[in-house]
């Protein structure tokens, strides 16, 4: 996306040392109707029904699957409003009026750990399925269809490497939720029936080192470690992530699963932690506000459906009159809007607000710049012509699906050429 920020001159921002700062009771919360993965969706409320935390209150359609919406507060439903999803698209979103009263729907009940370990996969499947989990490092993959896998599963990786700039959320979830995480990792090695787990996160990340040394001698009926990763961009690409830690080249189109590995970001663990544990869908989680744009730079916990416009007044506002760009998401991998009239989905990882600068794009000059830097060794350049000259076929010979869309093609490029943008027309002009 938005590259270019790279020429910002980015002030260091240090949130990862803050504690998080809980905002959970907003006077009203917005819940998407349909996403990027589900395209039309059905309400089963109408406008004056009292609704409860966890209540499904739609039911959104996939191509291949069916997704519920759950109500994330208890109170009223007022009605239907249109603002921005992360996917930069205009969309309808259910707005309640939080009682601020948590009354839980009575879908909701504690299971004890003797009973969660007694759970067959297919039990523990249907939760996921029914609690409407997705991969919450901002994937949005249903985490239900990990679990149909019939493949045997020897290794568990947790994803804690967030290995994009200025985002630090889930590092304060790994030093706040040390026992979420580990009690999550022992339902999914269970429903796995996994031999080991590996936690894996920056080499930097010396006070993690030593909190997951200890967290994990409290927990020796599994076989937990720590996977040390390379301080670089993208490390927390599952494909590099697993061949660091495990040595293990997955090819390109092919699941980690054929390896007998499964891979979890460390914010979906826990928020399956909470599904298997009390029936809870994710009505909470956390997020970064960062940015130039902002005065206090912080991390929070907050209620998915809360505004954006809420959480920057509570970072104290903008640092001037704007303009501004707003990137829901990593500044490599984010889709950038130029207003804040955004929702907190459960996806949204983080909201970075930079001051706008226009660039002035230049000619390709030949450089190979984007080629270097390409993790999965594609010719950008080749690509990005190709879709200026519609050429279909040559476009499937340089296999754009290929592309995981770092945005380090762009991030190199001299001439200030967005190369990403074209690369994702190619996977539509390729197909």
């Keep these: 996306m938005i590259a270019k920020a790279r020429k910002l001159q980015l002030p260091k921002i240090f949130t990862e040392e803050l504690p998080t700062l809980r905002f959970v009771d907003p006077d009203f919360v917005y819940i998407a109707t349909n996403n990027a993965r589900c395209k039309t969706a059905d309400l089963c409320i109408k406008e004056g029904d009292y609704l409860k935390i966890g209540q499904i209150i739609g039911m959104r359609h996939g191509g291949f699957f069916e997704q519920p919406i759950h109500s994330t507060v208890s109170g009223t439903f007022v009605g239907l409003e249109k603002h921005y999803h992360r996917n930069g698209k205009m969309v309808d979103f259910i707005k309640i009026q939080n009682d601020k009263k948590d009354v839980f729907d009575e879908s909701l009940f ?9 759970m067959t996969k297919d039990e523990i499947t249907k939760v996921v399925k029914d609690t409407a989990l997705v991969g919450l490092g901002g994937s949005s993959f249903p985490t239900y269809i990990k679990f149909q896998t019939d493949l045997p599963i020897h290794t568990i990786l947790i994803n804690g490497i967030e290995c994009e700039p200025l985002l630090t959320s889930d590092y304060r979830i790994m030093m706040e939720y040390p026992d979420r995480i580990m009690k999550g990792i ?5 429903a796995f029936n996994a031999k080991k787990a590996i936690i894996c996160f920056k080499k930097k990340h010396k006070d993690l080192k030593l909190l997951y040394k200890e967290i994990i001698r409290r927990y020796p009926d599994i076989d937990v470690s720590i996977g040390l990763m390379d301080d670089f961009y993208p490390q927390g690409w599952e494909i590099a992530m697993i061949k660091k830690a495990l040595h293990i ?16 970001n460390v914010s979906t663990i826990v928020g399956l932690y909470k599904a298997l544990k ?7 989680r956390n997020i970064t506000i960062t940015g130039n744009g902002i005065k206090y730079p912080q991390n929070l916990r907050v209620r998915v459906g809360t505004s954006i416009r809420e959480l920057i007044n509570l970072c104290g506002g903008y640092v001037d009159d704007g303009p501004f760009v707003f990137i829901v998401g990593g500044p490599m991998m984010g889709a950038s809007l130029d207003c804040d009239d955004v929702i907190i989905t459960k996806t949204v990882t983080s909201i970075i607000v930079l001051k706008k600068i226009d660039f002035q794009e230049n000619p390709c ?46 991030y190199a490029c001299t001439s200030k050429i967005n190369v990403t943008d074209y690369i994702r027309r190619a996977k539509l002009l390729a197909k």
Excluded at 110 to 118: A, G, P, V, W, Y
Excluded at 278 to 284: L, Q
Aim: net charge positive.
């Design 110 to 118: 504690t299971r004890s750990d003797e009973e969660i370990f007694k």
């Design 186 to 190: 022992s339902y999914v090695m269970h």
């Design 249 to 264: 080249d997955v090819k390109s189109g092919e699941l980690p699963s054929k390896y007998g590995v499964m891979n979890f």
């Design 278 to 284: 009390y029936n809870m869908p994710v009505v909470k």
């Design 365 to 410: 000059i030949r450089c190979g710049s984007c080629g270097y830097s390409c993790p999965t060794k594609l010719m950008p350049w080749a690509i990005m012509n190709a879709v200026k000259s519609l050429n279909k076929e040559r476009l499937k010979a340089l296999h754009p699906e290929r592309c995981i869309e770092c945005g380090l093609c762009a």
